[in-house]
T-cell receptor, first 114, second 120 residues
């Protein structure tokens, strides 16, 4: 079964600094996808970025990039030039080719300080 | 605005009531999901429908009954719930039919805004 581990329950970062949110995963499948979602206090889940297991390049979407290290089974999210609006809960998630499940990690609460 | 619509936004029900949560998407997505999220916890997978057929049931108690009447609609029927079932219930869809290789593991989830359920 697939598993996601996020070891940082909370982080405080100064505005305009870059921030890295950690995510490690475990799966025996060769085909899998890794996702990051943002959940502000209002509750909606917002998709940020996707990395496929066969993608050779790290995914980027605007200020978001994914530091994918396949051998270490890590998929860290990097947010450049953080903004106050980045304060939210961030979840890493995994899906595999074995079934239709998308499983979430416990999340990291990010606080951006002015 | 979200492309996945959930109704109602809030629901308060007693333990003997029967109610339903509704979810609708018009993106043509082939997979639809129900997640349960307790405060300060991650979304917890409950059910997955793929091509209108139930493909995943994560050992959810029978007091939760999912239904997929067509490819755009997903319902969650609730009966004899317990106070500990109070949570945010999130619906999501994925798997764009325009992408031939689309599968759930390579397709981002599009979430609705959720139904906040309180069982009294």
């Amino acid at each position: 079964a697939q598993k996601i581990t996020q070891t940082q329950p909370g982080m405080f970062v100064q505005e305009k600094e870059a921030v890295t949110l950690d995510c490690t995963y475990d799966t025996s499948d060769q085909s899998y996808g890794l996702f990051w979602y943002k959940q502000p206090s209002s509750g909606e889940m917002i998709f940020l970025i996707y990395q496929g297991s066969y993608d050779e390049q790290n995914a980027t979407e605007g200020r978001y990039s994914l530091n994918f290290q396949k051998a270490r089974k890590s998929a860290n999210l990097v947010i450049s030039a953080s903004q106050l609006g980045d304060s939210a809960m961030y979840f890493c998630a995994i899906g595999t080719g074995r079934d239709d499940k998308i499983i979430f990690g416990k999340g990291t609460r990010l606080h951006i300080l002015p | 605005d979200t492309e996945v619509t959930q109704t109602p936004k809030h629901l308060v029900m007693g333990m003997t009531n029967k109610k339903s949560l509704k979810c609708e998407q018009h993106m043509g997505h082939r997979a639809m999901y129900w997640y349960k999220q307790k405060a300060k916890k991650p979304p917890e997978l409950m059910f997955v429908y793929s091509y209108e057929k139930l493909s995943i049931n994560e050992s959810v108690p029978s007091r939760f009954s999912p239904e997929c009447p067509n490819s755009s609609l997903l319902n969650l029927h609730l009966h004899a719930l317990q106070p500990e079932d109070s949570a945010l219930y999130l619906c999501a869809s994925s798997q764009d039919p325009g992408r031939p290789q689309a599968r759930p593991y390579n397709s981002p989830l599009h979430f609705g805004n959720g139904t906040r359920l309180t069982v009294t």
